[in-house]
């Protein structure tokens, strides 16, 4: 059986305090594989993007335990945190978070840069990133200069460019029509293929879950049900040179 290259164990999250006190997650258990595509799908104030934040290294657990690659986070000191955060997980977000005075390539660039990477190479691995997610020919340009599903293209590049294990994604089509939201899912499931890596989406949009190996349903800070999905989507290649989405 393959290891998780992520999971949670009997989660738990307490926010506030006193009368104003929220149990945000309530002992959850989840794990993703290397090779899956899993979504995390619930009604808003269900806790996803606090799970996902804990499940990134970005919010600690009230109870519970997280592990990456096998690594406990339990007891780990802000810098180990953030060490393993840099170390093994990609982030792509709703709203794309990309520098607006840096072209593609050095947004890309900046994963490698956190990482202490050499110099050497890292501009040859970051025009490999984007041509993987089908921007080779805008290396470029800036962020005012593409389109929202070319700047969501550059944030997957920037995630996978470090060969991150876990790819962790915040709704990352909502702010997309449904074309390219459709390219976006495309990319993640080619990415969630290899067999190092896995890949998490939180989302609202059922249009997604014919790209979801398996689907985690969240409500009230529980997870109530899974589905594992017997075929995902064939969805074509997305186009590599021109540029219209």
Known sequence: MTAPVIEAIDVAKVLGHGPNEVHALKGVSLAVKAGELALLMGPSGSGKTTLLSILGCMLTPTSGTVRVRGR?????????????????????????????TLNATDNVRLALDLRE????????????????????????AYPRQL???????????????????????????AALDGENGRAIMTILSTVARDAARGVLVVTHDPRLLPFADRVVHLEDGRIVREEHMTAQAQAPEPATERGET
Do not use: C
């Not at 025009?127 to 805008?138: E, P, Q, T």
């Open 72 to 100: 406990s986070t339990e007891d780990a000191t802000p810098e180990e945190l953030a060490r393993l955060r840099r170390d093994n997980l990609g982030f792509v977000f709703q709203t794309y978070h990309l520098f607006p």
């Open 117 to 140: 990477e050499p110099v050497k190479g890292a501009a040859t691995r970051a025009k490999d990133a984007l041509a993987r997610v089908g921007l080779s020919h805008k290396t470029r």
């Open 147 to 173: 389109s929202s599903g070319e700047q969501q293209r550059v944030a997957i590049a920037r995630a996978i460019v470090a060969d991150a294990s876990v790819i962790l994604a915040d709704e990352p089509t």
